[in-house]
């Protein structure tokens, strides 16, 4: 509940429970009408999920009430139990369950709903609404409000409706919904916020109902009848009022279908909360999330209240909670206050209510049910590959084909059988990377190792080269099936020594610990490093910082590198970068001791010690690749583009003032806080200190000339962790900063 209190966001939520008042009084009475019980129990029912299940719950913007899931086992339920107060009896059992549900924990089984799935329902919920309601808003009434699934009781369906629709449209019901819907999409336009004063849906019940008074008065054939107005019991007095909820009969206990029935209606129930509950959460602009267990018990005091009271039951309700957030409602006040409003309309007003057309109501629902099914979700979703818009379709397809319970079924076996085909496709990744020390194989496990990756698997193995070095990494892998545990054993321990094949495996669980062997990524050796060339040098690093990118880093024997170094050191390339504490050379290219010499300067300029350091790396230690690295938002060249003057540190700013003169821009840009100003003169400071290496040096520059070494500049944007390399440069002896940026 909002810290502030359960009136804090009253302003928000008020106007919001009108809306959804509006939208859930049709609503109830038609599912009491299709569930074939008494249309006031429809009403009792939408009470209880407003004043009471909301009190309970830990949602703040779920709104609860009788669902249009329940109809066909409630019908049936009725039928069977020959009373409607046995049946009462049974919801009221099945409240007790709930309660039961959720003091157990039961709760978490919705965790295990694919997000595809929920996204499908609700969009399904969105084109249902809009199937169903168009006829209504032709003024065909001839299935109930609330009915959702695809086969009807009058042996139509939701298409073939529409068609007999046709024959029987009502021209004042379609004037009402049209006008409706025009209101609806005004008041939504920013031109029209200083008009806002109460919630559109309102303003279209008053405009429908003034409408068809002035053409019941006038005499018009415009006029709409109370067969296609809301119907509300109209009660003789408070006592007649009263006389409309009835009591449970608790003598049926020793009736065994009761139990059956009150099973079936707590499991069903409890499903399609959970639903709506994770449904409406993924909705909420503030992002909370509600505690399921928590909503299994407020649905079990609900459903006891409203079984000992005459009310169906009760489950949290997508439509009602759909338009309660798109109404900007912050907290649970507004599903207590729509239930509140439904008991006072049905004690003081049905009379007025039942002047409502059933027209303007479905120009509600049908907007309620566009902005859940808007175009723009299905390209998101199909933005997301076909892993998740299929069973996201089909969810769609399923449910409005068939009812909602049943689609989401085969939604989650549809998302579950993409998970596997998924899985089972790409049970590892299978590549080869440079190393100082030639290619080696990785062959990557995913998340999930099944069984059924087990072939697939195995030829990848059959088919590795003799002779080649390999790692297969597990650091990525949840679970691994043990019949896969047995082929990387069988692989290890017989066939990779048969085929002289080095293998390094990583990640490994602790009880497969004794398959790990010390790691082969060794640090480079004078034989290692004699054999490489700059490119491949060049390539290694970039494959490096692939791997960082891509959070894939290598999982090294530090302990072991730092042994192997002891007695010398071979590294293959020389990286001159920024002091930056974001700039680690060694992190960015996944690169470790032994494997680089990093030089470290502000603003990475080049001096006298550091060309001599270079000169060390390259023409004593042999490395083949000189890297000079700038990167993005580079404070040293913030404060040179700012000519700042601090002690020592002004006389190595003033080695970058040849890159910032070469950057031309007017003289109000040339200041720290154009990104693009400091961002090129860091990209010409590095082709600038490039420039001066081989100017300054004769040794390296002779070197780069001959091919034994080569000369690269790079980028490192800070945001992304990419490296973005300038290797014209590999192959031009002479340069100035402005072409190389201009190339």
Request: hydrophobic content about 45%; charged content about 15%; proline content about 4%.
């Amino acid at each position: 509940m909002n810290k502030s209190g359960l009136f804090s966001s009253i302003k928000h939520d008020f106007p919001a429970s009108i809306v959804v008042f509006l939208v859930a009084l049709p609503l109830c009475l038609g599912v009491a009408l299709a569930s074939g019980a008494p249309l006031f129990s429809g009403l009792i029912a939408g009470m209880v999920g407003g004043i009471v299940v909301a009190s309970f719950s830990g949602s703040q913007l779920s709104v609860s009430g009788p669902a249009a899931g329940l109809t066909a086992i409630v019908l049936s339920a009725i039928t069977q139990l020959s009373t409607y107060e046995t049946f009462l009896f049974a919801v009221v059992l099945a409240g007790v369950l709930q309660l039961i549900f959720g003091l157990l924990k039961a709760g978490t089984v919705s965790n295990y709903i694919p997000s595809n799935v929920i996204k499908g329902m609700l969009a399904a919920i969105g084109i249902i609404l809009i199937l169903k309601q168009i006829p209504h808003a032709f003024g065909y009434d001839a299935t109930a409000e609330g009915l959702f699934a695809f086969a009807q009781p009058d042996q139509h369906n939701t298409f073939t409706e529409l068609y007999f629709m046709l024959n029987k449209i009502h021209p004042g019901a379609v004037i009402i919904a049209l006008i409706s819907v025009a209101i609806l999409l005004i008041w939504e336009r920013p031109f029209f916020k200083k008009f806002r004063l109460f919630p559109a849906p309102l303003a279209v019940v008053a405009v429908g109902v003034l409408l068809n008074q002035i053409f019941l008065s006038s005499g018009s054939p415009l006029g709409i009848q109370p067969s296609h107005l809301v119907s509300i019991p109209v009660s003789d007095g408070l006592g007649g009022f009263f006389s409309n909820f009835k009591t449970p009969d608790f003598s049926a206990f020793a009736n065994p279908q009761v139990y059956v029935v009150a099973v079936t209606l707590a499991i069903v129930a409890s499903i399609e909360s959970l639903l709506s509950l994770e449904a409406s959460d993924k909705m909420d602009p503030e992002r909370r999330y509600s505690s399921t267990n928590q909503e299994l018990k407020a649905q079990g005091i609900g459903n006891i209240v409203s079984g000992l009271i005459g009310g169906l039951p009760v489950t949290s309700v997508i439509v009602r909670s759909s338009a309660n957030i798109q109404s900007g409602a912050k907290t649970k006040l507004s599903a207590i206050m729509h239930g509140v409003l439904l008991l006072l309309s049905a004690l003081l007003i049905p009379g007025l209510l039942n002047m409502i057309p059933l027209a303007a109501l479905a120009a509600i629902l049908i907007m309620t049910g566009y902005k859940l099914a808007k175009v723009s979700i299905f390209k998101e979703m199909f933005k997301n590959g076909w892993g998740q818009f299929l069973p996201f379709v089909i969810t769609i397809a399923a449910i409005v084909f068939t009812d909602l319970l049943i689609g989401i079924a085969i939604g989650i076996v549809v998302s579950t059988l993409s998970i596997l085909n998924k899985n089972l496709r790409n049970s590892y990744f299978f590549k080869k990377e440079q190393y100082h020390d030639g290619e080696v194989i990785r062959v990557e496990l995913s998340e999930e190792v099944s069984f059924l990756n087990k072939a697939s698997l195995m030829l990848t193995l059959e088919n590795l080269p003799h002779n080649s070095k390999v790692i297969l990494d597990a650091t990525r892998s949840v679970y691994i099936d043990f019949d896969v545990i047995e082929v990387i054993k069988e692989f290890k321990n017989v066939k990779a020594p048969e085929r002289n094949i080095q293998l390094n495996l990583l990640g490994f669980k602790n009880n497969y610990k004794d398959y790990n062997n010390v790691s082969f990524m060794s640090a480079p050796t004078k034989e290692s490093q004699s054999q490489l060339k700059p490119s491949q040098v060049l390539q290694i690093l970039k494959d490096g910082n692939n791997r960082f990118v891509h959070n894939h880093r290598l999982d090294r024997n530090h302990s072991h590198l730092v042994h192997t170094t002891a007695s010398g050191q071979f590294p293959h390339a020389v990286v001159l970068s920024c002091i930056d504490s974001r700039t680690s050379s060694e992190v960015i290219f996944d690169q470790s001791i032994g494997d680089i010499f990093s030089v470290r300067i502000a603003g990475n300029v080049s001096n006298e010690d550091i060309l001599g350091s270079m000169e060390f790396g390259c023409k004593v230690a042999g490395s083949k690749l000189i890297v000079v690295l700038g990167h993005t938002n580079c404070g040293a060249i913030k404060g040179a583009c700012d000519h700042v003057q601090l002690g020592n540190l002004t006389g190595l700013l003033s080695k970058v003032k040849p890159a910032l003169d070469a950057e031309v821009v007017t003289l109000e840009n040339r200041t720290s806080k154009n990104t693009d100003f400091v961002n090129n003169v860091t990209r010409l400071n590095v082709f600038t200190t490039m420039k001066n290496i081989r100017e300054s040096s004769p040794i390296l520059n002779e070197m780069i000339n001959s091919g034994e070494i080569a000369l690269v500049g790079a980028m490192y944007d800070v945001e992304t962790g990419k490296v973005t390399f300038y290797e014209k440069s590999l192959v031009e002896s002479k340069f100035t900063p402005v072409q190389i940026l201009q190339d």
